[in-house]
Each structure stands twice: as C-alpha cells, then as structure tokens.
C-alpha cells in the first residue's frame, strides 16, 4: 500500500505527537516555520526547495508525489486556499472542526464530463439526444419540469360511482400529462408525485403509459413514479457546460455530514470549471431544509460566474415562514417550485437553455 502524504501548515514537530506516523508531510508554503530546514524535516525527494522558495510555489513538489502517492491536505490555520484549488482537483475526505480542519485528496486537475448520464426512467439515453455534448460543449435545449400533477385534492370517493375512483385518476393524469406535449422539451423531469397510493397497479399503469405516450428521456425523483428502480440520493449530470443535481429528497430539516460532503464536492468540480449553469432538481422545497440554507447556499454563492436554479416538485408544502423569508433569489441561486397544494394551482415549469441568450423560464 501507498504511503498517503498530508499537506498541512501545521508544525510537524506538534503532529509528530499526536498522530500514527502512517502518513509523510508536506510543507503548504515557503513562508511557513521550519521551511530552511526543508530537506530534514519534509524529505528530500530530489526537489530544489530554494528554488520553490524563490518562486513562491511548491505546485512541482506536490505533482511529483502524486504522480506516485496519494496527496491530500488540510484547511487547518490556512485561511484561503483557493489558488491550490485552481491547480488541483479537490474531493472531501472528512469534515471537522466546523469545517475548520477539514481534509481533502488532492487530484491532477480536470474538467467536469460534459456527457454524465442519469438514471432514465424510460431507458431512453441522454447521449442519443445530445450526442454531441463532449465535442461541442455550447448545447441549446429544453426541458420540463413537473410538480405534483394528481388529481384534484377536492375529489372525494362519494363524487364519483364506486369503483372508478381510480379510472377517473388515469383519464385526469393522461389529460394533463398530455398537455405537457405542447411544450418544446428535449426530456422531462418528473419531481412531484403522480399517485397518492404507492401500489404496483399504479406503476404498472405509469409504465404502460409512459411507454406509449412518451418517445423522450424522462428523468424521476423520488417516489414520483416508480420507487422500484434504484436511486442514489445525489446523482449529478450534464449536457456539455449546463451541469444537474438530482436529489432523491423527502422531508428534511438538515443534511447528514455524508450529503454536505457531495455538495462540498460538486461545488470543487464547478469553482474552475467551464460550467455555466447549474440546475438542482428535488422533490423537497430545500429553502425548508436548514443545512441546505446555512451552508450549501453560501458555498454555491461563492461560484459568482454560474446561475444556479434549484427547483422543487413539492413547493406546495413550503412552510410560510421560510416562503415569506426566502422568496425568489439568494445571490446567485434562483428558488422555483412546482406542483400544488390546497392553495397553490398546479403548474409546471418549462426551461430553454441557449448559449447566447441565457436562461428562459415558463411556468405554465
């Protein structure tokens, strides 16, 4: 095995104390104590650390050992350290302190794949659709996106004849789904629920149906139409610079340590990217999630060259006192929401990407 190497500016006196010695270190600046005694302390590694000195830059040091060795480093008693991000690619390994001593694995720098494939409910790929999305990053394209779309929640058993409850259901789905045909997309996302009863009647009709109906991708959260298939909770993908995040999300206050590890994640893989817009797609209105608020917006507002969109199939269910406080746009995130409640009609949301233009939005 490997012996992994640490970059930190910690002391490696104080480490030496503390830790298993199962790991060498490195120096994260010139300027840091013990630094003219570099070859003793850190290593030879047939490396002019005078020269580094000079130039201010250890980047040749670093691409040495991980041409080799597993490279990582920690945030702790550094401060800024975005320009080690530009040169290298940045995955989380842990989060501590607050997020104050951290620790990532160090990778050689590489862009975003511009052709990630989600999970397609209806087996039809992505890739065949925008088969030019590697080669000619620059894609024009539209999607839908669709909230809650059951019937109407005033329908009550006795209002129909018995037993035509659920036909009822399947002729008001077909209308309305149906209806999103008028709207120029290149594949359909389906956030809110179609169903109220999870059954495998109901799957077997959505499956039937869709088959029929829909010669497009159709891209799923949740358990908006068939729970059976299996779903990672944080699954990114692309078409050439336009970056997704689909998020099988329920009804949470906070994200476990795991999930804002991915969000750390996803924001390294953007920061010094080409990517010029993000869209996240969840079932939960996440401006009712905590975490999401207090961490994962202020890291995504760091990312000031991309327009982020996060969009959420159940925003019927936003409680008021965030839908009061949190309405519309936060930097350079814009919160929309789909579906429907008591209150709010029904209504789904259709979006044109376009290079030159930008963004375009349609609620319909």
Known sequence: KKQPYLITKINPNLLDLYVNNNYQL????????????AKEIWGDFNFDYQSAKSNNDLEPLYKKILSENPLYF?????GDF?????????VTADLDCDEHCNLYQLSVKTEPKKDLEPTIYNKISLKAIFPNATTSPKQNFNFTVVGHTYPDLNLKENQTPPGQVERYNELQLANRLNSLTAQPADFLVFLGDLTTKLEDSRFTYFDRFFTKNFAKPIINAQQTINPRIAQEYFEPFSIGDTYFLR?????TDTLEKGELIKFYNLYFDLEYSSVDYLFILSYQDLRDNKTFMEKVVPLLNQLTNKSIY????NGGELNQKVQNDQLGNVGNITFLKTGFNETTPESSINVS????SGVNIKQF
């Open 26 to 37: 490195l120096p994260y600046t010139p300027a840091q104590d013990l630094y003219q005694n």
């Open 74 to 78: 920690t945030n702790y008693a550094v």
């Open 82 to 90: 975005s320009e080690l991000r530009r040169r290298f690619s940045f």
């Open 247 to 251: 998020l099988k999300t329920l009804y």
């Open 353 to 356: 990407v376009d290079p030159i």
């Open 310 to 313: 996060v969009i959420a199939g």
